[in-house]
């Protein structure tokens, strides 16, 4: 994926909002963790938008994101967990794309795409 132009916009949303009071990785996770859980309302259908390499998800395929993945797997990527082929498992958020979300949902998941692909990392 390519890296994204600077959002001033998206950024000052980010350190101001989301990030404000994280110092270090452990403390950025543990916010977007909990921003993520805040705002993303469960479920939802999602699908997959790019292949990752922790994850059997194809490009195109549609799957339902039933909750954010426990806190303890989300210390260096945000992961949410999916009912796929009757189980159930977590993925990247980075590889979904929210289908009939509401306009908060999208730009949290935006929000979380656009960090990683600018490479910033927890």
Known sequence: MTRPDKDEEREERIHMEIIV???GPEEQATSWYTYLSDTLQFPFSARCAVRHTTSPLEPGEVVKVVAMAPDEV???D???SIQWNRRQFAVPLIQLEG?????????AIEDWQYWVNR???L
């Open 21 to 23: 009071d994280a110092y």
């Open 74 to 76: 989300c210390e260096h």
């Open 78 to 80: 945000m992961l949410v």
């Open 99 to 107: 289908l009939q979300v509401d306009e908060e949902a999208r730009q």
């Open 119 to 121: 490479g910033y990392a």
